[in-house]
């Protein structure tokens, strides 16, 4: 009876040992994959883009249903000119969460770049109905309009986009752009000295001690820097 007992008691302990440590490992395993996203969206924010993308993968792996890992990957797909790939994984990730605006704001630019024109617009209107204050689904459609030359509807999204972020300049270079296609030449020029508040024209941005001209004075007897 002895023999049988201690032979009944080992048998718990090793029962309970594997439960409690089954209870331990999914206690701490969603701390790991939580860390290892939060690493991978700090890398995401730094451009360190295979970085980001391979611990993505990770998480993905582990949970299958991340929303969020899903959706950055498809971001990242996107950035690497992999549209197909992009819209996959942007897909899924609008299955766990149909009511997020960003998916289908970034959707639609994968859509666009594969000339599914307008299953881009079309992405993008359900972004707009998600969150009607969404500047850049409105910009992105726009980018879309003015590619089918559709310029005076891509107007109106670059200025709705404006009224909602008034300091946004790519969406007043653009309008400058679609301005001077219409032939709204003086506010289009006007416009377009908006370049040189966004981010790609931010390496030409050179400053001389002497004013700015922008065509409203004679230059008799003046030099010109340019």
């Not at 996959?88 to 969460?97: C, G, H, P, R, Y």
């Not at 030409?204 to 002497?210: I, M, T, V």
Request: charged letters at 25%; aromatic letters at 10%.
């Amino acid at each position: 009876l002895g023999q049988f007992a201690a032979s009944l008691i080992r048998s718990v302990r090793k029962t309970l040992g594997e439960k409690l440590g089954e209870a331990v490992i999914r206690d701490v395993e969603p701390l790991a994959w939580q860390k290892k996203f939060d690493q991978a969206v700090d890398l995401h924010g730094k451009g360190r883009l295979a970085g980001a993308q391979l611990l993505y993968q990770q998480v993905v792996e582990a949970r299958p249903g991340h929303f969020d890992a899903l959706h950055r990957l498809g971001i990242i797909a996107y950035h690497a000119k992999e549209p197909e790939e992009a819209v996959e994984l942007i897909d899924k990730a609008i299955q766990i969460n149909p009511d997020n605006p960003e998916c289908y704001s970034n959707r639609g630019l994968a859509l666009h770049d594969l000339g599914r024109w307008d299953d881009a617009l079309a992405s993008y209107d359900l972004a707009i109905k998600l969150r009607p204050d969404f500047a850049k689904a409105y910009y992105n459609r726009g980018t879309t309009l003015q590619v089918l030359k559709r310029m005076e509807e891509a107007l109106a999204c670059y200025e709705k986009a404006i009224r909602i972020k008034p300091d946004y300049a790519d969406a007043h270079l653009q309008t400058a752009f679609c301005r001077l296609r219409l032939g709204e030449f003086a506010r289009g020029w006007e416009g377009y000295e908006w370049r040189w508040k966004c981010e790609t024209f931010s390496s030409f941005l050179r400053s001389f001690e002497q004013p700015l001209w922008l065509g409203n004075e004679s230059l008799s007897g003046k030099i010109i820097l340019l």
